[in-house]
């Protein structure tokens, strides 16, 4: 289970910083149903892309070590668990998103717990082997 984790957050944390790079990059062009925006909007957009993009490269990070980093790539999870229920304010305040925005709701909130089941399995079987290792010596 530790391989298909380290994979799957590797491949994850490469995906979100491959849209944080594209939204820096190509700006609001990036953005699915979006218009043109003022140079105070676009300018949030970027930083914040940044900092998506440092996110996905942190998971990445996160991966290559799970079993002591896991606590980090959970707190991004939470980070990234709040970011969809930000979406569901966004729509409670201003209307109903694209689309695209509506599926990735489910997704930004269901990720987060998978990637915690996931992780809490490795840190569990590390656990038990360590366990085992004190006892064996």
Request: glycine letters at 10%; a neutral charge; hydrophobic letters at 55%.
């Amino acid at each position: 289970m530790k391989r298909v984790t380290e994979i799957w957050l590797i491949a994850f944390g490469l995906i979100c910083a491959g849209i944080g790079v594209a939204h820096l990059l190509f700006g609001t062009s990036t953005i699915i149903g979006g218009g043109s925006v003022n140079a105070t909007i676009d300018s949030d957009m970027r930083f914040y892309a940044l900092l998506f993009a440092a996110c996905g490269l942190t998971f990445v990070w996160c991966a290559v070590d799970i079993a002591e980093r896991g606590r980090v790539a959970n707190i991004l999870g939470a980070i990234f668990f709040a970011g969809g229920l930000a979406r569901l304010l966004a729509w409670a305040v201003t209307g109903q998103p694209n689309w695209f925005y509506v599926l990735m709701i489910p997704v930004e909130l269901v990720i987060p717990l998978v990637n915690w089941a996931l992780i809490r399995q490795v840190s569990d079987a590390r656990r038990d082997d360590t366990a085992r290792a004190n006892v064996d010596a």
